[in-house]
């Protein structure tokens, strides 16, 4: 269910950290990014599975997003994703993984189809 606070509450966090020059967990991008979409294109089963578990800090998150040689571009983006059976299988580099170090869960930004 969350704290029930607006995006004004996330800012002001964002800014304390700042000023306490914390930037150690990325907690933006666990709470503000990550969190977002698995709640906007997660299944249920996934939103049952890991937004709980972000809210109380038991799981930290990152997303695998810049490549070498394109960065943060995702048009460029050449990491692919195809489907073998029932799951898929990623190729492809990424870098900069913010909490990439000590997450315990990464989207993976990549292609999947032809485009």
């Known amino acids: 269910g969350g ?34 979409y698995i709640n906007n294109f997660g299944n249920e089963e996934q939103k049952q599975k890991w937004l709980p578990k972000m809210a109380t800090g038991e799981t930290v998150t990152a997303i695998a997003m810049t490549e070498p040689g394109t960065g943060s571009d995702l048009q460029a983006v050449r990491t692919t994703a195809v489907l073998d059976g029932d799951e ?16 315990d869960m990464a989207i993976v930004v990549c292609k999947t189809g032809n485009s």
């Open 3 to 36: 704290s029930g606070v607006d995006r004004l509450y996330s800012m002001i966090l964002i800014e304390e950290q700042a000023y306490a020059m914390d930037s150690s967990t990325g907690f933006s991008l666990h709470s503000d990014i990550v969190a977002n």
């Open 88 to 103: 898929y299988v990623i190729n492809g580099s990424k870098i900069f993984i913010t909490n990439g170090y000590l997450c």
